[in-house]
């Protein structure tokens, strides 16, 4: 009987530009991953033969990449907190403080700096400012029953001090303009206050003495927490003509906070504020100003500078771990090659090529610094 077999027709495909060249770059590329495989699988048998050396070996990386997350964390929320904190008063908001030039020690009787006929000439001048208001700032002893606090943050302002510094009351009411104008024996207190008196929100429309002089509690306010390491709460606020009724020096020596119209015009607010005080205080060009605006987008500004360079400066002397644990997988692998002198021979005695096995050892101390840095993470 004679068998019937059957053929498949061959068929052959013609691609331009590939022939035998490009077979061959593949059987190249083919070879080397499977080299690369297996110089992973190589390494991972190894560091399971030696897996208390390894485990100490990653131990340095481990700390290493953990210490530098963690720094960098912690100094970057920090700057977030404080940043957002910042924001929270306000970026368009200055100061105006008076400031003795140089050479005035000993001429400071009777020299007026900054008063209230500046604040209301910046006031109606400056087409940027928004809202201002006077500012007095001093110490009281505060007295209420038989509680008395020593050393109390007092601050005399204007009604519009709340607007600007978000200052605002959740019990009662703040001082109005009627209030600064008849310069009122009233206050509103932070509620550090409140709980150093040891007393609750019934304090409201009940009176304390201040530095001896009796005060109605019109308002408490709002908790704003601590800004670096000073509680915003532990003050007392009253009309700023009042702080001025109890020490007159304040008359001639105020300070101001202004709120400008916008973000973007915060500049030539303090431009126009500068030229309106020189003008007034007849400042001739080489005078310097007898005042200082210190403002909250230069603050925050100069705070992100400061965060950025302790952020650099400390990954860096915590990066030096890293450096360090680099430098234990090296002596490791500086010992593993002594140990596997026979393997490294044996290799090379059946055509091992020195960059292969320079290849498996590399691959090693890849993979151990690769488990630790996913380990620190």
């Known amino acids: 009987m004679m068998s019937t077999r059957h053929h498949m027709p061959s068929i052959s495909v013609w691609l331009p530009g590939l022939g035998g060249a490009a077979g061959r770059a593949g059987e190249r590329i083919a070879a080397a991953a499977a080299r690369h495989w297996q110089n992973v699988a190589t390494a991972f048998v190894q560091i399971w033969a030696n897996k208390a050396r390894s485990l100490l070996t990653t131990l340095g990386i481990i700390i290493a990449v953990t210490s530098t997350i963690t720094v960098v964390s912690l100094v970057q929320g920090f700057g977030g907190h404080v940043t957002e904190m910042l924001r929270g008063f ?59 606090l020593e050393s109390v943050e007092l601050q005399g302002a204007s009604e519009q001090f709340q607007s600007i510094r978000r200052f605002f009351v959740d019990r009662g009411r703040f001082f109005g303009p009627i209030d600064v104008e008849h310069s009122s024996y009233v206050c509103v207190l932070g509620r550090e206050v409140l709980r150093q008196l040891h007393c609750d929100e019934n304090i409201v429309g009940d009176y304390l003495y201040l530095n001896g002089l009796r005060f109605r509690v019109l308002g408490l306010l709002e908790a704003k927490g601590s800004m670096m390491g000073e509680s915003q709460d532990n003050t007392v606020i009253i009309p700023y003509t009042t702080a001025i009724k109890m020490a007159p020096v304040f008359r001639r020596f105020l300070a101001f906070i202004v709120e400008a119209t916008d973000e973007k015009d915060i500049e030539e607010c303090s431009h126009q504020i500068t030229r309106v005080l020189r003008e007034r205080h007849t400042l001739g060009p080489g005078e310097e100003d007898d005042f200082r605006i210190f403002r909250q987008d230069e603050f925050l500004r100069d705070f992100r500078r400061v965060q950025t360079i302790a952020t650099s400066v400390l990954a860096g002397i915590v990066g030096v771990s890293l450096v360090v644990g680099g430098i234990g997988i090296m002596n490791v692998m500086l010992v593993s090659v002594t140990e596997r002198t026979r393997e490294i021979g044996l290799r090379k005695s059946v055509g091992g090529r020195r960059r292969d096995i320079l290849a498996q050892f590399l691959t090693e101390a890849v993979v151990l610094a690769l488990a630790g840095g996913v380990v620190g993470i």
Do not use: Q, W
């Open 90 to 148: 306000g970026t368009n908001m200055m100061f105006v403080i008076p400031r003795l030039p140089p050479g005035m020690e000993g001429r400071m009787v009777g020299r007026v700096f900054l008063d209230i006929d500046d604040v209301t000439a910046v006031g109606a001048r400056c087409d940027k400012v928004r809202r201002i208001s006077p500012l007095v700032f001093s110490s009281a002893a505060v007295e209420y029953g038989r509680h008395k």
